[in-house]
């Protein structure tokens, strides 16, 4: 089964797949399998939003290089130094190692502060925003796609509740409950 599961998650590409879909394709005992291959780093799991989703190795680093430029320069920087003086059989040990690092880097933090900035710095008197326009000046100067914002705000305002406060509305947004909420407001 478990060779089964990473097919699975390994034909899901970059996108990963669903956790609760990989319950219902292979049923309870996948719980256990997936626990496994987490432990041997052979998938990666994170939480996007209130769904848990699941990716091969190789496919969680090359998501994380495309939606992060820290990840991306990090790596770079990594794999120049040592893949000069390495010998061929070390570079997965290499890669191994740059995949813990990227793992324990935390994006949210500097996300926030920027976000609240843009937040502070071009609200409204009444103190809404719209999310389109934090979104522009967030992805310009982090060089992030418009997905990649949205899912980070989505975590940062589920995750801050009682600092910030939605409305619906809007052509763009976070999708809570149904409905796109398109403002946003530090409480």
């Known amino acids: 089964m478990e060779d089964e599961i990473l097919k699975k998650v390994s034909s ?16 309870k005992n996948c719980e256990n399998v997936l626990e496994t291959l987490i ?31 820290k990840c991306k320069l990090t790596l770079s ?14 570079h997965m040990h290499d890669l191994q190692n ?14 926030k502060i920027e976000f609240d900035k843009c937040l502070t710095e071009s609200s409204t008197s009444i103190g809404w925003m719209p999310f389109s326009q934090i979104r522009k000046k967030i992805c310009e ?10 899912t980070l705000a989505s975590e940062l305002v589920e995750k801050h509740r009682e600092n910030y406060e939605i409305s619906s509305g809007g052509k763009e947004g976070i999708m809570t409950r149904g409905l796109v909420h398109g403002f ?4």
Do not use: C, M
């Open 39 to 69: 432990e041997k780093q052979q998938v990666f799991v994170e939480k996007k939003a209130n769904t848990y989703f699941v990716w091969t190795k190789e496919n969680y680093l090359s998501k994380r290089l495309q939606d992060n430029p």
């Open 98 to 111: 740059t995949i813990n690092v990227l793992h324990q880097i935390n994006p949210n933090i500097d996300f």
């Open 12 to 27: 899901s590409g970059l996108n990963g797949i669903k956790r609760i879909e990989l319950k219902r394709t292979f049923g």
């Open 77 to 90: 920087s990594t794999t120049k130094s040592k893949y000069v003086k390495s010998e061929p059989t070390n």
């Open 141 to 150: 100067s982090k060089q992030i796609s418009s997905d990649y914002f949205y």
């Open 184 to 187: 946003v407001r530090n409480v």
